[in-house]
C-alpha cells in the first residue's frame, strides 16, 4: 500500500514537473519568436513594431525618446532594437493611454527612464483595473508615468518639440497624440487602427462619438505630407486617417439609425455594416463586436 502512494507520489511529481517545463519552454519558443521590425521614418525618427502597439522612437545627440513601449515579454527584444538606433535605455518614454500593450514595458524600462502621460493614465495604473473583462494589477511605483498633464506637454529634445496633447474620451479617457514636430510625424496611438474596426474601452471612459470627434479635429491640424504611426497597422498617410474617420461616421450613422427603427442588438448584428467595410472585420475587432460597440456607446444616457 505504502509503495503504492509512494509510486503515485512520485508519478504525480514527475508529471508536474514535465509540464512546468513544457509551460516554461512554450514560453521560452514563445519569446524568442518574437521579432521586433525597425522602419525609417526620418533621419530622426523610427517606428518599431513588435507584438503590441507600434513604438514612436526619436534618436538623435540627446539619447532615445519612446512613444509607448508594447508588452512586458517584449521588452528585451525592443531593448536590442533601440541599442541599434543609439541607446537600449530610452531617457523618456510616452504613454498614449493605459492599456498593457502600450504600458507593460514600462516595467522594464521605468528604472531608467521618465515615464509621462495623461493624468488618467497614472491614475488607472495605480490601481487595479478591467479590461474587457480581465483584471489588470496595479504597475510598481517605479513603472508608473512621474509626469503627468492634463491638456498637454512638451519634451525639447533631440532638435525639436515633442508634444503630447490630450483628446478626451475616445478610445480611452487618457488619450495623447504625440507630435513629432519638425519632423512632421505623429503618433495617435489606438485612436487610430489602420484598415481595421478600432476598440473602444467604453468601460474606461472611451466613447465612439467622442473619437470620431477627436479624428475630425486631428485632421484638420495635420498638413497633406504628414506621416502617421496608427496604435495598431502599418505606417499611415492623411488619406487613410481620413479613410478611418469616414468608417467612423458611416458605421456609427448605420447603427444609428437601426437603432431609430426600433431593430435590436441581435438585428443590427443580423443586418451587418456596409459591405466596403467587409475587410476591416479582419482584425481584432470583428463587426458584430464593433456594433455593439456602437451600440452600447449610443445607447449610455448624457
Known amino acids: 500500500m505504502l509503495k503504492n502512494f509512494i509510486a503515485s507520489s512520485l508519478l504525480l511529481s514527475l508529471f508536474s514537473n514535465a509540464v512546468l517545463a513544457h509551460k516554461k519552454h512554450e514560453n521560452e519558443n514563445q519569446t524568442q519568436e518574437i521579432t521586433v521590425k525597425t522602419q525609417k521614418i526620418t533621419d530622426r525618427v523610427y517606428m518599431l513594431q513588435g507584438r503590441g502597439g507600434n513604438i514612436g522612437v526619436s534618436t538623435g545627440a540627446d539619447g532615445i525618446l519612446i512613444v509607448d513601449d508594447d508588452y512586458a ?26 492599456h498593457g500593450d502600450h504600458t507593460e514595458g514600462n516595467k522594464f524600462f521605468g528604472k531608467d527612464s521618465l515615464i509621462l502621460a495623461h493624468t488618467n493614465v497614472r491614475k488607472r495604473l495605480s490601481v487595479e483595473s478591467l479590461v ?19 491638456q498637454s506637454m512638451s519634451v525639447h529634445f533631440n532638435d525639436e518639440e515633442i508634444r503630447a496633447v490630450h483628446y478626451p474620451n475616445g478610445h480611452t479617457d487618457g488619450d495623447s497624440v504625440i507630435f513629432f514636430t519638425k519632423a512632421n510625424v505623429v503618433h495617435l496611438g489606438d485612436d487610430f487602427f489602420t484598415g481595421r ?12 462619438s467622442g473619437l470620431t470627434k477627436n479624428i475630425g479635429e486631428i485632421i484638420a491640424k495635420l498638413p497633406a505630407d504628414v506621416k502617421i504611426i496608427p496604435g495598431h497597422g502599418a505606417l499611415s498617410t492623411l488619406a487613410d486617417l481620413k479613410a478611418y474617420h469616414q468608417m467612423l461616421i458611416e458605421t456609427t450613422d448605420a ?14 448584428k443580423k443586418d451587418g455594416l456596409p459591405a466596403k467595410y467587409k475587410s476591416w472585420g479582419e482584425g481584432f475587432i470583428k463587426p458584430d463586436f464593433w456594433i455593439e460597440t456602437i451600440y452600447k456607446s449610443l445607447s449610455v444616457k448624457k
Open 132 to 150: 474587457l473583462g480581465n483584471k489588470v494589477p496595479v504597475y510598481e511605483k517605479f513603472a508608473l508615468p512621474i509626469f503627468t498633464y492634463d
Open 255 to 268: 447603427v444609428q439609425k437601426g437603432m431609430a427603427s426600433g431593430k435590436t442588438l441581435e438585428g443590427l
Open 197 to 208: 474596426f478600432p476598440f473602444v474601452d467604453l468601460d474606461n471612459g472611451g466613447s465612439v
Open 73 to 98: 515579454q517584449v521588452s528585451a527584444k525592443i531593448a536590442e532594437a533601440l541599442k541599434a538606433l543609439g541607446s537600449e535605455k530610452p531617457r523618456f518614454i510616452f504613454n498614449t493611454h493605459w
